[in-house]
RNA sequence: GCGCGGGUAGCUCAGCUGGAUAGAGCAUCGGAUUUCUAAUCCGACGGUCGUGGGUUCGACUCCCACCCCGCGCGCCA
C-alpha cells in the first residue's frame, strides 16, 4: 500500500517520492492493471550501479505477462524523473529488470534540507500510550548479569517510543511476593528476633546470603526422598532423609505462616518486607541509574500491588466460565503452538490458581495486562523478558484476550485487542558459550560488570590522554565503559544469544559503542577548531552540496534516519539502530579522510556546506544514541 | 515425544516485504599521518550460507524432510 506522505520529512524523502513516481508510471505504461501496486524501491545495494533502485518490473511479469525488461522498458518510459534524477542511461535497466536510479546532487541536497529540522524527520504518533515491561528484578538478590538485557533492551524501546512521541509507561514488574519473599521476610524476623542482625544496617549482600539459605532449607532434599522411597535404599537411608526433610518441611510451614501475615498486613511482618524492598530497589534503582537506564520508582509496580486484585479476577475468570477446574487447579485452556499425535493443536492449561489456593505469576500477569490496558490506557504492551519465557506470554496473552482484558476500553480504538508483544532476549554467553558466570558458578553482579566495562575504558582514556586530568578522565570512562556495555548488548540481535567480551565491547573498531562516540567526538572537535579559527556561523544556511561520492554516501545514511526509528519500533530491534548508526559513522569515518572542512585550501562555500553536514551528521548520530540511552560525549 | 529459537569467513556478528558479485569487525598480510583527534582510513586474503529436496525468471531469505546446538513443556517465578 502507497500511504500518502504526510509529514514534512516524507515529503522529501527520496524513497517517497520515487514510490510515488513509479506507482504513477507503473499506472500510466499499463492502465488495465488492477489491484495494489507496489513500486518495491530501496537504496541501491550497488553503490556504482545507482543511489535507488526498483524490483517492481520482475514482480509485474507475471501479473502482465510480459518479459520483466520489457515491462521495465515500459515503466522507464512513462517515468517522469527529470527534476530529481540523472537522465536514464544504458545501465539504468540493467540484470533482469532492475530500474536503477541516481539522484542529482541538487535533490539529494533538497532532501537533506528537508531532513535538518530539530525533529530530524522522526514521524509522530498522535494519542497513543504504550506499557513497556523493563527490568524484572526480585527481591533480596542483586541486580546481575541476567537482567542486563531486560533493562537496556527495554529502556531502549521504550525511548524509541518516546521518540515519535508515543506516552510511554514504564512497569518494573520487581518480584516482590509470594513465597519466596516470605521465605527471607520469615528468615530476616528470625535473625533480628535472635540478634543477629540489625535492620538498618542491612546490606543486599546480607540479605541475598540470607535469602540463599532460607531457600535452600525450604527445598533441601524433597528430591531426595522421592528417590530413597523409589528405589528403596533402606531404612537407614530413609530415616536420615526424612530427618533432612522434616526441617525442610518445617521452614516451608514457617514460610506459609509468614505468606499468611505478609497478606493479612500484619504490620511487624510487612515492616520488615518494607525493610527488604527498600534495601533492593535503593541499590537496583542505583544500577539503572549508573547504566543511563530511565527505571525509577515511579515505575515500579511490584507484584505485590496486584495482591489484592487475584482473588476477584479469578472469580470473575470462573463465573464467566473462562477458567475452568483441572485436578483441582484453576486453568484457562489456550489454543497452545504445540500438536498432539493427531496434528491437531493441544488445549494448553494457563493455570491461574494451585489446587492449595495460591495464585501464580500467570495470575498476576493476567491481572498486569487488564490494568495496563484498561486502566492505563496502553494499545500496546511490550515486554522484554528473557526468551525462555515465550510459552508463558503466549498462553497468558492469549488468556487475557480471550477473558477481555486485553480490550481496549476508551479511545479511538475502544473495543480492540490491545498488541501485545514479547520482545523475547536471548542468554549472555561467556566465552566458552556457556552461560556467563563467575569462575564459581555463580551469576555476575551487574555492578560488577559495568565496573570491569568502565575500568577498561579508563586505562583507553588515560592511555591517550595523559595530560587530562584524572577526575576527567574518570568521568569520560564511566560514559564510555557504559556506552560499550550497552552497545554490546543492543548490537545484537535480540532473539538470539551472543557471546560477551570485555575487549571486544571496549575497542575502538568496529560495530562498537566507543567507535560511535568517536565518530561523535570527531564532529565536536571540527567544530570547536571551527570556532578557534573565527569561522563564522553561516554554514547553519548553507547550501548542501553533496558532490564527492563520500559526501553522497553519507547524505545517502543520513536520510534513512527517520526509516529507521519506525523499523525499530515495530521490530523491536535496536540492533537495527545500532547497524544505521555503525553505518553513518563509517560514512563520515571516509568522509572525513576525503573531505576536509577547515584546511585552508577548501573554498568558503564549500567549507559551509560541509560544515552542515557535520552537524547533520552529529545530530543524527547523537540522537540515535540517545534513543538508544546511549548518553553522548564532548571529548574522549 | 511435542513445541520455540538458533546453525552465514579461523573468531564475533550483520544480511531489511525473495533480487544483481553474500557483507562488516577482529585475526593475518600490505599501504597511508608535518592530522579538522591515527581511538582513524585504504587495500589484500578468507565462505559448498548445517544437509538434501521443492517453489520461483531469481532462494541465506519461502515450503518440506533430516542432522546438530540451546531452551521450554499445568500446580516455581
Avoid at 500496546?380 to 480471550?402: E, I, N, S
Wanted: with cysteine.
Amino acid at each position: 500500500m502507497a500511504s500518502l506522505p504526510s509529514s514534512p520529512m516524507s515529503a522529501a524523502d527520496p524513497l517517497a517520492i520515487l514510490s510515488a513516481r513509479f506507482v504513477a508510471a507503473i499506472r500510466a505504461a499499463f492502465p488495465d492493471l488492477n489491484g495494489e501496486i507496489d513500486p518495491l524501491v530501496t537504496v541501491n545495494k550497488n553503490a556504482a550501479l545507482g543511489d535507488f533502485q526498483s524490483n517492481a518490473a520482475m514482480g509485474l511479469s507475471k501479473r502482465i505477462g510480459k518479459p520483466p525488461r520489457e515491462i521495465a522498458q515500459a515503466i522507464v518510459a512513462k517515468l517522469e524523473l527529470s527534476d530529481i534524477a540523472e537522465p536514464f542511461n544504458d545501465k539504468s535497466i540493467a540484470g533482469p529488470g532492475f530500474i536503477n536510479i541516481t539522484l542529482k546532487s541538487a535533490a539529494l541536497a533538497a532532501s537533506l534540507v528537508a531532513l535538518d529540522t530539530p525533529g530530524l524527520g522522526v514521524e509522530q504518533v498522535a494519542d497513543a500510550t504504550i506499557v513497556v515491561d523493563v527490568c524484572g528484578v526480585n527481591l533480596a538478590k542483586q541486580a546481575h548479569i541476567g537482567h542486563l538485557r531486560s533493562i537496556v533492551i527495554g529502556d531502549a524501546l521504550a525511548r524509541t517510543f518516546e521518540r515519535q512521541g508515543i506516552r510511554v509507561i514504564r512497569q518494573n514488574h520487581v518480584g516482590d511476593w509470594g513465597l519466596p519473599i516470605a521465605m527471607v521476610t520469615g528468615k530476616l524476623m528470625a535473625e533480628q528476633a535472635a540478634g543477629r542482625l540489625n535492620p538498618a544496617t542491612l546490606t543486599l549482600d546480607r540479605l541475598e546470603k540470607l535469602y540463599k539459605r532460607a531457600q535452600q532449607e525450604c527445598e533441601r532434599d524433597l528430591a531426595g526422598l522421592e528417590a530413597v522411597k523409589k528405589f528403596g535404599l533402606g531404612p537407614k537411608a530413609l530415616a536420615e532423609v526424612e530427618e533432612q526433610v522434616h526441617g525442610a518441611t518445617e521452614a516451608f510451614t514457617h514460610a506459609r505462616q509468614t505468606l499468611v501475615r505478609l497478606q493479612s498486613q500484619d504490620p511487624a511482618t510487612i515492616a520488615v518486607w518494607k525493610a527488604i524492598y527498600d534495601c533492593t530497589m535503593s541499590d537496583v534503582l542505583a544500577v539503572c541509574k549508573r547504566l543511563h537506564a530511565n527505571v525509577t520508582n515511579e515505575a515500579t509496580a511490584g507484584e505485590s500491588s496486584y495482591a489484592d486484585e487475584l482473588g476477584p479476577l479469578v472469580d470473575d475468570l470462573v463465573n464467566r466460565k473462562i477458567a475452568e477446574e483441572s485436578d483441582g487447579a484453576l486453568v484457562v485452556f489456550v489454543q497452545g503452538t504445540r500438536t498432539g499425535e493427531d496434528g491437531q493443536p493441544i488445549r494448553e492449561a494457563c493455570l491461574v490458581r494451585k489446587s492449595d489456593g495460591g495464585y501464580l505469576y500467570a495470575t498476576t500477569d493476567l491481572a498486569a495486562i487488564r490494568r495496563r490496558v484498561q486502566k492505563l490506557g496502553a494499545g500496546r504492551v511490550v515486554y522484554a523478558v528473557d526468551a525462555r519465557q515465550a510459552q508463558h506470554f503466549d498462553q497468558v496473552f492469549k488468556a487475557a484476550t480471550r477473558a477481555g482484558y486485553a480490550t481496549i476500553l476508551t479511545g479511538k480504538d475502544s473495543g480492540a485487542v490491545a498488541r501485545m508483544d514479547h520482545a523475547a532476549f536471548g542468554t549472555v554467553l561467556g566465552k566458552d558459550g556457556k552461560p556467563f558466570k563467575t569462575r564459581s558458578g555463580e551469576s555476575v553482579k551487574l555492578n560488577d560488570v559495568i565496573e570491569e566495562a568502565v575500568q577498561k575504558a579508563l586505562a583507553e582514556v588515560a592511555s591517550r590522554n595523559t595530560e587530562m586530568p584524572a577526575s576527567q578522565q574518570r568521568e569520560i570512562a564511566e560514559v564510555l565503559g557504559v556506552a560499550a556495555l550497552k552497545y554490546a548488548d543492543l548490537s545484537n540481535d535480540r532473539v538470539k544469544d551472543y557471546v560477551f567480551d570485555f575487549d571486544r565491547m571496549v575497542a575502538f573498531e568496529g560495530n562498537t559503542g566507543p567507535y560511535l562516540l568517536n565518530a561523535l567526538v570527531r564532529i565536536k572537535s571540527i567544530f570547536r577548531k571551527a570556532s578557534e579559527k573565527g569561522v563564522d556561523t553561516n554554514w547553519k544556511g548553507a547550501l548542501f552540496a553533496p558532490n564527492a561520492p563520500q559526501e553522497k554516501t553519507l547524505a545517502l545514511a543520513l536520510l534513512r534516519y527517520p526509516g529507521v526509528i519506525e523499523q525499530v519500533a515495530d521490530t523491536l530491534e535496536p540492533h537495527r539502530m545500532c547497524g544505521y548508526l555503525y553505518d553513518v559513522a563509517s560514512a563520515f569515518a571516509s568522509f572525513y579522510e576525503a573531505c576536509p572542512v577547515l584546511k585552508d585550501d577548501v573554498s568558503a562555500s564549500t567549507r559551509d556546506a560541509r560544515l552542515r553536514l557535520c552537524d547533520l551528521t552529529g545530530r543524527i548520530l547523537s540522537d540515535g544514541l540517545v534513543t538508544l540511552g546511549i548518553p553522548p560525549l564532548e571529548r574522549m
